[in-house]
């Protein structure tokens, strides 16, 4: 990625702060990642095949729990148009606060191959110890895509795994895969 290629980043701490367009472009960016092969789907969305009248719903359950001291989505964009997106939380009991969870990354399909994934995990990297005050990071993620080792290039490191618990399809059973970062 090239610096005229950065994208530019965007976070969102409170549900006032998502303007209706930018609403509507997560909603479709979450449908065309899940259709594409993408594991960002959380309890409550079918399998796919899905639409925007599926990931509207769960975007607004997102959406409700943003806190700026406990939840944020992250933004990325490129040219102006939604090239990825995350999500940062962070239990607030005493004895977890110090570490954050990292949910639902994606980047648009239209964007895939341009950094974006990678330009993401470094800038929540940045603001959960900056903005955030957080010491480490966990992420779940769907094992046979490829995923341990993205996230294991960046410094994440496998702790443990729930063998075949993730079921993408008949005779199509999946791990999911355990990671922490240090901050």
Do not use: K
Not at 79 to 92: E, F, H, Q, T
Not at 130 to 150: D, K, N, P, T
Request: net charge neutral; aromatic share 6%.
């Amino acid at each position: 990625m090239t610096a005229q290629q950065a994208p530019d980043f965007t976070q969102i701490t409170r549900p006032r702060e998502l303007s209706p367009e930018l609403r509507e472009q997560l909603v479709d960016c979450w449908a065309r990642v899940i259709n594409s092969g993408g594991a960002v789907i959380p309890p409550g969305l079918p399998l796919p095949p899905v639409d925007t009248g599926h990931t509207d719903p769960a975007l607004g359950r997102l959406v409700g729990a943003l806190d700026p001291r406990r939840t944020r989505i992250l933004i990325a964009t490129l040219g102006g148009a939604l090239a990825g997106w995350l999500v940062l939380r962070r239990d607030p009991h005493p004895l977890v606060a110090h570490w954050g969870a990292v949910n639902h990354v994606m980047t648009h399909p239209d964007f895939r191959g341009r950094g974006i994934g990678r330009a993401l995990m470094s800038r929540v990297r940045e603001l959960a110890r900056q903005e955030m005050g957080l010491e480490q990071l966990h992420i779940a993620v769907r094992s046979g895509l490829g995923l341990e080792e993205f996230y294991g290039r960046l410094g994440w490191h496998e702790i443990g795994r729930w063998p075949g618990s993730l079921r993408v399809a008949p005779d199509d059973d999946r791990d999911e895969i355990l990671m922490y970062l240090a901050l």
